[in-house]
Structures are given as structure tokens and as C-alpha cells.
């Protein structure tokens, strides 16, 4: 095996601010501790995390990185004591705390999944942020079945998109909300059934035509604020409702009679902040339900643009401005 060396290039936040903030720096290469592997990185995806971190609004949790980046793709070039170096030459992808945006990155072996046969790098990094969020989300707090409608806010997004296609392969209708004509017709080439395009109609109306009155089981929401009371008022009796992000405001005003008498229930998560023992069970329940998906081919993220490392800025100014449709990632 080649020798490793001892500093990597990684990108910085310098301060919080603008994505002008983010520089490259030498770091000395991280050394994989019990349970841990030493990936070095293919990818790694850029998420919303990613720049609210940067911004100096969501600081990492203690014992992580402080570099940014919740996902990689990469081969095992060391590992800790108690894991089996065998897989050392292996390709996998990694649910991460932080440090993505490096050459090097640590991961706990126990949320790493191995990348199939004929599956391109990029595309690897960009499925565990956004996978392991919607699962958890719609199916395990949202309860979403078969046959059942939901509501997703931000349908081009990663997260939108992914959810379209996730809930497609487990027998959901899939609503969505995008901000013109343009991203419906995307949304709905990915596999949504109905895309409301928010800037000219109300989606909850729309909700309401295309459910026939009823309103969805399941809004997957991604706004906040204003949008919780208008969210209510799309679902139906015992409908819920999952918060996964507050880019609309983090208070809303709602109306707690209306919950009481048509039974909703609310609730809504973050994935980085969970202990590593949930993480690793999220990572089996994935592994068993969704990553035969993966290996047959079924399942892939949507891929929009990918950019080298030297110029996460770039993807940062690039993702706040919008124009992206599903994925964007880092080649390191």
C-alpha cells in the first residue's frame, strides 16, 4: 500500500460569511480511531447544512470536524484498530459529521455503504445526506404506506428530489411544489405525479383540486414559518406533518383547535446532531430496505453540476442561487 502522507488539503471556513469565505488549507491527515475508517475522498456532496454552516448559523456538533461536508464517496486507505483492514482498497460512501470537504475524511465504519459495481463516484456522494434524511423522515417519522399521498416542498432541491423518487419506488403519490414552470415540468420528468408552481397558484387549492377535497397524508416541509399553517391546511384527517428545515423562518403561527379536531400530528428532525448509535441503525434499516434499490440500479440521485474541490464557493454561490436541479458535488 502507498504510503499515506501527513497534511491534506481541505476547504476552510476562514469566518462565517459569503461562500467567499471558504479557502483551502493544509491539514494534517485525520487517524482513524475504534470503529472508524480513513476514506480518500472521490466526492463529496454539498448541502444546505453546508452553507448554513458557513454562515456561522449551525455550528458543529462536539467531536466533529469543523470542516464542512455530511457526505463523501471514497476508497478506505486505513482503518481503526478494531475493524478489519481487509476492506482497506474498498469503495464506499459515508454519512459524516463534518470534514467532507478534504482529501481525506474520517467515517464511522457503521454508516458507510459500500458503492456497487458500475456505480460512479459522484453519484455516491450525493445519496447519503439526502437518503438518509428522507427515510427517516417520510417513512419512520412520517409513517408514509403505500398508496398514500405526499406533499413535498422544494422539489428540485436534493431533498426534493430524492423524495420524489423514493416515495415513486414506495408506491406513494407525489406532490410537489417548485418556483416556475420550468422546474414543474423538471420535477415531473423525475417522477412526481402533480408540480404546483407556487408563484402563480396557491398550493394548498391545487392540493385540494388534485386530492378530490381530501388533502394529503404527508407534507414533507422544508420552509417553515409562514408555510406550517398553509401546510395544515393541505392535509387530511390524521395527516402529518415533518419539518426538516426552516428556510422560511423558524416560528409559525397555527391554529391549535384545527390540529385538535382533525387529529394532525407534527414533527420534524435533524440528522446531524444524532448520536452515532442511531446513525448506525438508520444506516442498517437504509442497507436492508433502500440499498438493494441502489444496487440493482433502480435508485440514483439527481445529478445536476459538479465542481473541483478549489472551487466550493462556486458550488455554494451556485446552490444559494437556486438554478440547481438535485445534486451538487465536490471532485477531490
Known amino acids: 500500500m502507498a504510503q499515506l502522507p501527513d497534511h491534506m488539503t481541505a476547504i476552510e471556513i476562514s469566518t462565517p460569511g459569503g461562500p467567499e469565505v471558504l479557502v483551502a488549507s493544509r491539514r494534517p491527515l485525520p487517524v482513524p480511531d475504534v470503529g472508524e475508517v480513513l476514506l480518500k475522498v472521490a466526492y463529496a456532496g454539498v448541502n444546505r447544512p453546508d452553507v448554513i454552516q458557513r454562515k456561522g448559523l449551525y455550528p458543529a456538533p462536539p467531536g466533529a470536524s469543523d470542516l464542512p461536508g455530511l457526505e463523501v464517496s471514497g476508497i478506505v486507505v486505513a482503518v481503526g484498530d478494531d ?13 459524516v459529521s463534518g470534514g467532507g470537504y478534504a482529501e481525506y475524511c474520517l467515517a464511522r465504519l457503521d454508516v458507510c ?20 434524511t428522507v427515510w427517516h423522515n417520510v417513512f419512520e417519522r412520517g409513517y408514509a404506506t403505500p398508496g398514500e399521498t405526499i406533499l413535498i416542498h422544494g422539489g428540485t432541491s436534493g431533498i426534493g428530489t430524492m423524495a420524489i423518487k423514493l416515495g415513486k419506488l414506495f408506491g406513494l403519490t407525489v406532490i410537489v411544489t417548485c418556483g416556475s414552470d420550468d422546474k414543474c415540468a423538471v420535477a415531473e420528468k423525475i417522477g412526481a405525479d402533480h408540480a404546483i408552481n407556487y408563484n402563480d397558484s396557491d398550493f394548498v387549492e391545487r ?9 394529503v397524508h404527508l407534507v414533507l416541509d422544508m420552509v417553515a414559518g409562514s408555510y406550517v399553517s398553509r401546510n395544515l391546511q393541505c392535509l387530511r384527517e390524521d395527516g402529518r406533518h415533518v419539518t426538516i428545515a426552516v428556510q422560511g423562518g423558524m416560528t409559525a403561527e397555527i391554529n391549535m383547535a384545527y390540529v385538535m379536531s382533525r387529529r394532525l400530528t407534527l414533527t420534524g428532525s435533524t440528522l446531524r446532531p444524532r448520536t452515532a448509535t442511531f446513525k448506525a441503525m438508520l444506516t442498517q434499516e437504509i442497507s436492508a430496505n433502500v440499498w438493494p434499490l441502489v444496487c440493482d440500479g433502480a435508485l440514483r440521485p439527481e445529478m445536476d453540476k459538479v465542481f473541483p474541490l478549489a472551487e466550493a464557493a462556486a458550488a455554494h454561490a451556485y446552490m444559494e442561487s437556486g438554478a440547481h436541479v438535485g445534486k451538487i458535488t465536490l471532485a477531490v
Not at 83 to 95: E, S
Not at 116 to 126: F, I, K, L, T, V
Open 207 to 215: 392540493v385540494k383540486a388534485l386530492t378530490n377535497g381530501e388533502g
Open 113 to 132: 455503504l459500500p458503492v456497487p459495481a458500475g456505480m460512479e463516484m459522484a453519484a455516491a456522494a450525493a445519496l447519503p445526506e439526502t437518503l438518509f
Open 83 to 95: 475493524v478489519d483492514p481487509t476492506i482497506i482498497g474498498a469503495r464506499y460512501c459515508a454519512l
